[in-house]
């Protein structure tokens, strides 16, 4: 069994930066990726973004190119996420999910953390 818990959410205004992380604990991830995902207010859960254990290539949704960065501590079995120039439509929970199986847009995480609330004031 894998537990994941993710911590740094809170309150910020727009334009605003906060910083995700997800400690991994149990059974060891060492392959497959890590990803984000977030779910608004009233809406499903999106895909964020995701980093691949081995080689470190990353993934992100359009809506979060060039302001999220997803990276990895493979020693500590750590992921963060950095979010910058947070717009209000970044508010949601945001949950960390772990897979030993990485297939792209396909891929199924089978773990998933308990979630951290980001609220982005305007």
């Known amino acids: 069994q894998v537990r994941l818990v993710e911590s740094g959410g809170g309150l910020v205004q727009t334009g605003g930066s906060l910083r995700l992380s997800c400690a991994t604990s149990g059974r060891t991830v060492s392959s497959g990726a890590m990803g984000w995902f977030r779910r608004a207010p009233g809406k499903e859960r999106d895909f964020v973004a995701a980093?691949?254990?081995?080689?470190?290539?990353?993934y992100y949704a359009d809506s979060v190119k060039g302001r999220f960065t997803i990276s990895r501590d493979n020693a500590k079995n750590t992921v963060s996420l950095q979010m910058n120039s947070l717009k209000p439509e970044d508010t949601g929970v945001y949950y960390c999910?772990?897979?030993?199986?990485?297939?792209?847009?396909?891929?199924?995480?089978?773990?998933w953390g308990q979630g951290t609330q980001v609220t982005v004031s305007s």
């Open positions: 980093i691949r254990w081995s080689g470190g290539s990353t």
């Open positions: 999910a772990a897979t030993s199986s990485w297939r792209g847009s396909a891929t199924r995480y089978d773990y």
